[in-house]
């Protein structure tokens, strides 16, 4: 599925893609990546925690728990309940530096919400 995802692609599309694909997994390794609402998500204990999103003219690299972490990355954007995103132009490199250091900050993030969340015993 995460072919046919890629095969459906302009390469520009393709390639700004797959590095901020190949960014995600080199800082976290153990997402998974699904195809969801014809965008590439990044899936952590079954849950939706960054999606990859194309657009006409640019990628948004959608951060679902973004929202705790503008103070941290000024380079969110948006003004969703929870969701903030980066914008990477079609042709220009990716910041692959910012969207490892973003996918450890969203990680971290989401395991505090689960942890507070969590039952406690004892």
Same mark, same amino acid.
């Given at each position: 599925m995460i072919n046919a995802f890629y095969d459906s692609l302009r390469p520009e599309q393709r390639d700004?893609?797959?590095a901020?694909?190949?960014?995600i997994l080199a800082a976290a390794p153990h997402l998974r990546p699904e195809v969801k609402?014809?965008?590439?998500c990044f899936m952590? %204990?079954? %849950?939706n925690v960054m999606a990859i999103v194309l657009h006409k003219m640019h990628a948004h690299l959608q951060v679902f728990n973004g929202v705790l972490l503008v103070g941290?990355?000024?380079?969110?954007d948006g003004a969703g309940k929870g969701m903030r995103h980066i914008k990477v132009?079609?042709?220009q490199p990716v910041d692959e530096q910012l969207v490892r250091e973003?996918?450890?900050?969203?990680?971290q993030a989401w395991g505090a919400s689960q942890s507070r969340s969590s039952p406690r015993w004892g």
């Open positions: 700004t893609a797959q901020m694909h190949k960014a609402w014809g965008n590439l952590n %204990d079954g %849950d941290e990355f000024p380079e969110l132009r079609y042709r973003l996918t450890l900050a969203c990680l």
